[in-house]
């Protein structure tokens, strides 16, 4: 492989990855086909900055947007081939960080919060 293309991907890729919000949201719709509510009902984020993260995505064309005519539109997010590549890095993240990172006092707080409700 030539070097000097590896720095230029390994960058653009960590960008795309690191972009807040891309990650979970590419984490969420490995679950499948999901609809805009769906989506942003289990992440905390303004419809507006989903809005714009998914269109990133689309462009990045690791996700594709599907729009179903009926009364009322019906319209699906899917990841593509590109988005599904990453379940394995994705899921590595996954046990990673449940192996090693310990929930933040934020967190912890959050978690408390919901459960005293």
């Known amino acids: 492989m030539d070097t000097s293309m590896l720095c230029p991907r390994f960058e653009k890729g960590m960008q795309i990855l690191s972009k807040r919000w891309n990650g979970l949201i590419i984490y969420q719709l490995?679950?499948?086909p999901q609809r805009f509510c769906s989506i942003q009902s289990s992440l905390p984020v303004s419809g507006r900055l989903l809005s714009e993260?998914?269109?990133?995505?689309?462009?990045?064309g690791m996700v594709v947007r599907h729009v179903y005519p009926e009364t009322?539109?019906?319209i699906e997010y899917e990841l593509t081939?590109?988005?599904l590549a990453l379940e394995t890095v994705i899921r590595g993240i996954q046990d990673w960080s449940q192996a090693w990172v310990q929930p933040g006092e934020?967190?912890?707080?959050?978690?408390?919060?919901?459960?005293a409700k």
């Open 30 to 32: 490995l679950n499948g």
């Open 106 to 115: 934020q967190q912890a707080e959050c978690e408390y919060t919901q459960a």
């Open 81 to 83: 081939q590109k988005g």
């Open 72 to 74: 009322p539109v019906r």
């Open 53 to 60: 993260r998914l269109k990133d995505l689309e462009h990045e």
